[in-house]
């Protein structure tokens, strides 16, 4: 399969930085350490995740700007039936695998912190392994912070909402391959057996030449806080209801589509090189609960080599049309990327499986750094295309001077009502 590039990234290690890879890879203590920053849904799954694939790891520390989302998210991990969940990857029963779980959720009341310094008290708090699972705008300052640490990283998708925190992000990245700290992504089809034992065959020609792609992602709103309470100002509001968003989510195509991005991507063998985009907003009243991102948005990517990628995404209430799905379409075949492969273990679980087997020095060094924003800032530059109305290139969006995130942070900090961008009025950065 032709692509536009190889992508292939040197660098090199410093003195320090060979003296670290002695003491962080393959040299470390029997069982892990790890500590959670963002204690919502995707946190407390991810630990699951993760504790669920080896016995020689615990949960040790755990932040979140809420105390009552770091309580409830402890809570669930000490449920065994509901830690339980994978039960049948090693034929353990759900009450056997939870009772294991449970038993490694060693997380003391002086490693419970909350506030908006939480994170940093986590990575102080003498972890190996740090899990990013807090809303993505976050995702930049947590990262550069935990690689200063140097610590191992489990980071969730996408890796920020802005080209200026995703090239942040894509320079810590950089920092951590030289210290060969290990840096897993939560993009799991890259670590799922069916995806690439695809893939591999795609690149080797099974269905001839890439000519297409096509990418959709179809779905219901991903979350709605109920109702603003009295008593939260502006920021804490903004936080609780956070997919609505911009600056914390970065809308659905950063946020979710995301997946199908990062792995077409990965199938064509690097970023593309312009996009096209349209979107706008179907049903979602303008009304503070909502926000100011898009419930709808179509993109036309091409790559280097001349392929398109076209996408399509969106978030409709109950009863309209589901499917999320890829097609590579090739000069002797198709494939949705998928059916060429055989089924593992899954993939949500194999990327901690493969995480801590580079982190032990029992496997291949990983570090997803590099991919994950290359894709984050694909997708945000098709955002950036269809809530301008212009095409964007790659050059464009790696010079862009975006930058979402507030200067201040406080509970009760005031925030002007977002604008919901307009084509033809809104101005690209």
Known sequence: MQTRRSFVHKSTIAALG???????????????RAGLIGCGGRGTGAVVDLLTGREDVELVSMGDIFEDKLESSLSRLRDARNAGRHAGIDNRTREELGASIVKRIQVKPDHHFVGFDAYKKVI??????????????????????????????????????????????????????????????????????????????????????????????LSGPVFHAKARDAKWGDMEWQ?????????L????????????????????????????????????????????????????????????????????????????????????????????????????????????????GEGPYINQGREVGESTLTCVMARESAYSGQQITWDQIMASQQDLMPKAFDYKLQMNPPELPAPGKYKFL
């Open 18 to 32: 060979a003296f670290q890879a002695q003491v962080t890879r393959g040299q470390g203590r029997e069982r892990l």
């Open 239 to 247: 936080h609780r209801n956070w997919y609505s968003f911009l600056w």
């Open 249 to 360: 989510c970065g809308d659905q195509i950063v946020e979710q589509h995301y997946h199908n991005i990062d792995f077409m991507n990965w199938a064509l063998g690097g970023h593309p090189v312009s996009v096209v985009a349209s979107g706008g907003v179907a049903w979602r009243t303008r009304e503070e609960l909502y926000g100011n991102i898009f419930d709808h948005m179509n993109s036309d990517f091409l790559y280097g080599n001349g392929v398109r990628l076209t996408s399509h995404c969106r978030q409709y209430p109950q009863g309209a049309h589901r499917n999320v799905s890829d097609l590579i379409v090739g000069t002797r075949g198709k494939s949705n990327g998928s059916d060429m492969g055989t089924r593992g273990i899954n993939g949500q679980v194999q990327e901690h499986i493969d995480m801590l087997k580079s982190i032990k």
């Open 124 to 217: 102080a708090s003498d972890v190996d392994i740090v899990m990013l699972t807090t809303p993505p705008g976050y995702r930049p300052i947590h990262f550069e912070a935990a690689i200063e640490a140097r610590k191992h990283v489990f980071t969730e998708k996408p890796v920020g909402t802005d080209p200026v925190g995703t090239r942040r992000f894509l320079d810590a990245a950089r920092k951590a391959e030289q210290l060969k700290l290990t840096v897993m992504s939560g993009s799991q089809r890259r670590s799922s057996r069916d995806y690439l034992e695809t893939i591999a065959k795609i690149r080797e020609g099974a269905i001839g030449e890439v000519v297409a792609a096509y990418s959709w992602y």
